[in-house]
């Protein structure tokens, strides 16, 4: 189990939760916080929205209130619940951020020095720690329930868990 806590996006909790692996977050993670928005993105625009019912039910997830309401240039880059997510990580003085999306990855990264996992990171983590026993499979079947990750990230992700891409 990692130390320190993990505030998490929308994105990878719906992507974790498409393919059932919510939980490895609990698993890897001490704490797991998601700020306001990012729940209400999640659970809060109606039933049957993918991973509301994974994320409504995931009592050990934490929320969390962004204070203060955040900086101009979060506002104006990114959306509400990116700009949480940085927000409340600067706030809680976490570390790490979950967050699939380039843009809001670059700009946490490089504005704002915080170290970025995305749910292809959470999977090889997991592979690592003996919680999943392989990355490909779940990366293939996000994308085949229509959540985008590039060609690139998914053969990335497999070689960093040391899958071998099938020959064809």
Do not use: F
């Amino acid at each position: 189990m990692s130390e320190g806590p993990i505030v998490c996006n929308a994105g990878p909790l719906i992507a974790l939760s498409m393919v059932g692996q919510l939980d490895l977050l609990k698993n890897l993670y001490q704490q797991v916080v998601v700020p306001n928005a990012v729940y209400q993105e999640v659970c809060g625009s109606g039933v049957g929205r993918l991973g509301s019912v994974e994320v409504a039910s995931a009592s050990w997830l934490q929320r969390a209130r962004a204070e203060p309401a955040g900086e101009p240039l979060l506002a104006m880059e990114l959306g509400l619940g990116e700009a949480e997510v940085i927000t409340v990580a600067r706030g809680l003085g976490a570390r790490l951020v979950l967050i699939d999306e380039r843009r809001a990855r670059r700009i946490a990264e490089q504005a704002y020095r915080l170290t970025v996992k995305g749910s292809a990171g959470i999977l090889v983590a997991a592979k690592r720690a003996g919680l999943i026993p392989a990355v490909r499979p779940l990366l293939l079947a996000m994308l085949h329930q229509g959540y985008y990750l590039s060609d690139r990230l998914v053969q990335r992700a497999t070689a960093e868990a040391g899958e071998s891409l099938p020959v064809s």
